[in-house]
């Protein structure tokens, strides 16, 4: 495969460079509350967004920034505007058998795009910045950013099941939806 195109932040860790690869393949330990304060990982949690943002990302997963923290953050379209998720130590609880195949791409595989088989509807659990357990019922975009998310703390990538993977250059003619499906 030939060199990977730019990042899509300079932030963001890709698969492409064999020292960032390791990272994002390794499985995230569960968070300790007790191993950061509040304060601390409510301020990661906000650079987390900023920079989820700033890539128009749909998702970041820690890992994607080379930290071995098990947390995520996502943000999703919603009626009139988007809706932000900070998720730690997030578990898939059920899925359901109806599936939904959609091109996905990856904030960490830039310019790579591809068709990914995901749940159309999943229960997430986890916990919220100050430990208490929560429960999500999603469905659409939001159970596939999910499952993407929660795959990249366990260390897997879109690319291990998308089919008819391609590369795309990112350029401002492409559809929205595509851009949105960045994780
Ligand atoms: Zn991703």
């Known amino acids: 495969m030939a060199a990977n195109p730019e990042r899509t932040h300079p932030e963001i860790w890709i698969e492409g460079l064999a020292a960032e690869r390791k990272r994002l393949r390794s499985v995230a330990k569960p968070f300790d509350f007790s191993s950061m304060p509040y304060k601390e990982l409510a301020a990661?949690?906000?650079?987390?967004?900023k920079i989820m943002r700033?890539?128009?990302?749909?998702?970041?997963?820690?890992?994607?920034?080379?930290?071995?923290?098990?947390?995520?953050v996502a943000e999703v379209p919603v009626n009139d505007g988007t809706k932000f998720y900070s998720v730690i130590n997030p578990a898939i609880e059920k899925m359901s058998t109806e599936k939904a195949t959609i091109e996905e791409g990856c904030l960490s595989v830039p310019g790579i795009w591809g068709d990914a088989p995901r749940a159309e509807r999943v229960t997430l659990v986890g916990q919220d910045?100050?430990?208490?357990?929560?429960?999500?019922k999603a469905w659409g975009l939001l159970a596939r950013v999910f499952q993407h998310e929660t795959d990249h703390l366990d260390g897997k990538l879109f690319i291990d099941k998308a089919k008819n993977l391609h590369r795309a250059e990112k350029d401002n003619s492409e559809p929205v939806q595509d851009a949105k499906n960045n994780q």
């Open 129 to 136: 910045l100050r430990g208490k357990s929560l429960k999500i």
């Open 54 to 72: 700033e890539a128009n990302g749909v998702g970041l997963a820690a890992n994607q920034i080379g930290l071995p923290h098990r947390l995520f």
């Open 44 to 49: 990661l949690i906000r650079r987390m967004r």
